[in-house]
């Protein structure tokens, strides 16, 4: 009876050591080390089935080849007022009579308000009891102060109100003329002489939808800013129907280095990757290379090559960022 619950013992032992995890993960590692060794897929002779080919990718191409090329320089400034005024109050005093809004238009000499010095503020609260033969007298010598347009315009801020108490100097409103309006721009020195033998320069407007208008040249600076190196331009923007307004950013261009027949290619076909440039050029066997090139001069359409192309190389021009090094093509 002993011998039995030992023998009994001993088998319950054998069958939790068989359900034992720390035995089955061995066993789980060979199948998984045998799967990760077995070969390719065989066929019935026991020859090895060849990968699937790996479909050619559609191109477009374009022949390397020559043109006149003239690098465009481009400068940004801003429409500024001509002619403005900022009308300040002469004497401590109260406005009265002003009315004027931000858009409300003026002309010069047109009378805008009067300002009322304390004296006067205090003669009007005794004027009932001075004698009649002195009040006109007084009232001549201390009399309310007219305020006038000093130009034709438009109000583009307003300061103060009627009944506003002013100090003298404090500002009342700002008038600016737009019929004739300037550009202003910091023309690089390098372009300081191709700018002054142009007439006019061409002129577009960056957050504005307006045609790009060919402005004259009114005035170049004559100090250099030696920071930046710079000289100030000066351009006359005529304003008669009031499209434009001061403050608008604008974009000044104009034709710098000239390059004649230089080697170029489709804008389309030019790779960038952090500042290095490339293309996948054409070869016999119908595969694409790609290959590093020194680029010039870039324009929307054309890009200049220096170096790493010669004439009459074909380049891809379509999907050329889905192509890789060695890949086959078909060109269409």
């Not at 699937?52 to 801003?78: L, N």
């Not at 960038?272 to 001069?297: A, H």
Request: proline residues 6%.
């Amino acid at each position: 009876m002993i011998f039995e619950n030992v023998e009994t013992r001993h088998a319950l032992s054998q069958k939790k050591n068989i359900m034992n995890p720390k035995i089955i993960i061995p066993i789980v590692s060979m199948f998984m080390l045998v799967a990760c060794t077995s070969k390719p897929a065989q066929d019935a002779k026991g020859r090895q089935e060849p990968l699937p080919a790996v479909p050619a990718v559609d191109i477009s191409v374009a022949t390397v080849g020559k043109q006149d090329m003239t690098d465009t320089v481009h400068i940004f400034g801003e429409v500024v007022l001509r002619q403005e005024v900022l009308l300040a109050s002469q004497f401590d005093g109260r406005l009265e009579g002003f009315t004027l809004l931000m858009g409300d238009r003026v002309i010069k000499g047109q009378k805008l308000g009067v300002i009322i010095p304390p004296m006067r503020e205090a003669l009007l609260q005794v004027l009932n009891q001075i004698e009649e033969k002195k009040r006109e007298q007084i009232s001549r010598a201390i009399r309310e102060i007219p305020l006038y347009s000093p130009i034709d315009g438009m109000v583009l801020e307003v300061y103060q109100h009627t009944g506003d108490v002013l100090q003298k100097g404090e500002a009342i409103v700002h008038i600016g003329q737009l019929q004739t309006l300037d550009v202003h721009g910091d023309l690089p020195v390098s372009q300081l002489g191709k700018v002054r033998k142009l007439k006019r320069i061409e002129v577009d407007f960056v957050e504005y939808a307006h045609a790009p208008v060919r402005l004259p040249v009114v005035a170049i600076g004559g100090k250099v800013n030696a920071s930046r190196q710079t000289v100030p331009i000066r351009l006359r923007l005529d304003n008669p129907a009031g499209e434009f307004r001061p403050g608008m950013m604008v974009r000044l261009t104009f034709p710098g280095t000239y390059h004649p027949d230089a080697l170029v290619i489709p804008r389309s076909a030019l790779l960038e990757e952090e500042g290095v440039f490339s293309v996948f050029v054409l070869q016999k066997d119908r595969t694409v290379e790609k290959r590093k090139i020194i680029v010039g001069i870039r324009h929307d359409h054309f890009v200049e090559v220096l170096d790493g192309l010669k004439e009459g190389e074909k380049v891809a021009t379509k999907k050329t960022y889905s192509l890789t090094d060695g890949m086959k093509v078909n060109v269409h």
